[in-house]
């Protein structure tokens, strides 16, 4: 086998193992939740691991995703979507990503993203104001990400 061969061939047996146990995930934007909650992620709570996917999917027009400021682990990319388009998201840093769709902030459309296990920036997450109703749904994800203690178990590539 040639050498170049032989090179591709050691990188796409080290590379296989990681792709195999990458997950996806999907996460709906509503206006009404299955429990009747308006303005919406679905789920709100979502833990992944470490190279795992995230679709979040607009269902009624209008919706977006963005980062909200301080709620990013230390060299994470921020996020921002499009209004009402989906966007995607293969989350490699490790730690908590609060989330908001921009024009429902106030009205308490937020979620978490718990990466890996206790996430480092728990904290400073916890420092950061959010408006509205958004203060009661984020301080109940917090807590949910305050209990995370252990990362996610690697599974095969499934939809959630």
């Known amino acids: 086998m040639s050498p170049v061969r032989l090179t591709l061939a050691a990188v796409l047996a080290l590379a296989s193992p990681l792709a195999a146990h990458a997950a996806d995930h999907q996460v709906l934007m509503k206006n009404q939740g299955a429990g009747g909650a308006m303005m919406v992620f679905e789920p709100a709570f979502l833990q ?3 190279g795992d996917t ?5 269902t009624d027009p209008g919706h977006d995703i963005e980062t909200i400021p301080g709620m990013l682990p230390a060299g994470a990319a921020s996020l921002k979507g499009e209004p009402s388009k989906p966007y995607d998201v293969t989350f490699t840093t490790p730690g908590l990503y609060g989330v908001r769709c921009r024009p429902h902030y106030a009205m308490g459309m937020v979620g978490v993203v718990v990466v890996g296990g206790k996430p ?13 109703m958004a203060k009661a749904r984020m ?3 917090l807590a949910q990400a305050a209990a ?9 590539k499934h939809k959630s």
């Open 148 to 156: 995370v203690t252990e990362p996610k178990a690697k599974t095969k």
């Open 139 to 141: 301080d109940g994800l």
């Open 54 to 58: 995230v679709h979040f999917v607009p």
């Open 120 to 132: 480092a920036n728990l904290a400073q997450a916890q420092a950061v104001v959010t408006p509205g």
């Open 48 to 50: 992944v691991s470490p």
